[in-house]
């Protein structure tokens, strides 16, 4: 049976009274869940470099905004591909999750699903994803093709090394390489840069994240950057984060950008430097609330790239 029977209740530090709990019926919300629907902050940052690629492509490019058809089909896929990503990853990690307080409510160790229907939604997600990614060019394919490489190897990186966030970063930035090959069937120094700047961003958020638990990563041994800066973290922050703005800039420099968008990477930069002042690595709650800000700092960068498109078409 495809469809679970239980609903044991929501994961523990999911969203309190999410549609998913309210509205859904009951043999869904276990999948909702294992997609963490009810959580969208994972598929914003799934986004974001999509949607940067792609406006500073239209930069490059000349055109007044970026292509609205791909803005939609990287919103469909970032969805599709990251409930498919968060669904392999409970299934890699069920053994860990269940000893983790924070974790072991989600679907697959609670029994709300068994290993096999939690494989056949992974499936069906994935299937959503490529039905997407072959709308885009030839080149777009093959190149989303070999995102699966750093999607596949991530959840098993925290088991062996300090730095899993640099691959979650390789993995969750790929979206900047595809939002330029869309436009322009190829790549170029411009969207590298982004990409690496993502990664930047990537390990500094995610570090953050994974402050919440780091308690029970270091009883049940899993590695990350949050237990390797430590107390250094706020340091850590600010060089990645300052890293990741350069890499930013220099990609706008590179595209041809004008001053709207580098306003807009100073002001995201403000804004990161906002959460390395009043970050508490020793506060759960408020790591998990600056984490999720970085959904605004997307936007502010996004809109710095779009209002530079529109001024230089103009």
């Known amino acids: 049976m495809l469809f679970s029977t239980r609903d044991t209740g929501p994961v523990s530090d999911a969203v309190k009274r999410h549609w998913v709990d309210t509205r859904l019926p009951v043999s869904l919300r276990p999948y909702a869940r294992l997609a963490r629907w009810e959580r969208p902050i994972g598929w914003w940052l799934l986004l974001w470099p999509c949607w940067w690629s792609a406006a500073l492509a239209a930069i490059a490019a000349g055109h007044g905004w970026p292509n609205p058809f791909h803005l939609v089909l990287f919103l469909i896929g970032a969805v599709a591909m990251r409930g498919a990503g968060c669904t392999y990853n409970d299934l890699v990690d069920v053994d860990i999750d269940s000893r983790v307080e ?7 160790p609670a029994g709300q699903v068994t290993k096999l229907q939690a494989k056949i939604f992974l499936v069906a997600q994935a299937l959503v994803g490529l039905a997407v990614l072959l709308q885009f060019n030839t080149f777009s394919i093959l190149l ?8 596949a190897i991530y959840p098993f990186m925290k088991r062996v090394t300090n730095w899993p966030q640099l691959f979650l970063g390789l993995a969750f930035s790929w979206g900047a390489l595809m939002g330029w090959a869309a436009v322009f069937g190829s790549l170029s120094w411009a969207p590298v840069m982004i990409y690496l ?3 930047c961003w990537t390990i500094g958020y995610d570090t953050i994240y994974a402050h919440q638990d780091k308690e029970d990563d270091a009883i049940v041994g899993v590695k990350s950057t949050a237990r390797l800066f430590g107390t250094w973290t706020k340091p850590a922050l600010i060089g990645l984060y300052t890293a990741a703005s350069v890499l930013f800039a220099l990609a706008a420099t590179l595209a041809d950008a004008g001053p709207a968008a580098f306003i ?9 430097g906002w959460q390395v002042v009043v970050l508490d690595i020793d506060d759960p709650d408020q ?9 605004t700092y997307g936007w502010i960068l996004f809109a710095g790239f779009v209002i530079d498109a529109l001024i230089g078409w103009i």
């Open 287 to 295: 790591c998990l609330k600056l984490f999720r800000s970085n959904t």
């Open 264 to 272: 807009g990477i100073l002001a995201g930069g403000l804004h990161l």
């Open 102 to 108: 924070r974790t072991r409510s989600r679907p697959i």
């Open 197 to 199: 700047g993502g990664i």
């Open 144 to 151: 989303g093709i070999v995102s699966l490489v750093p999607v």
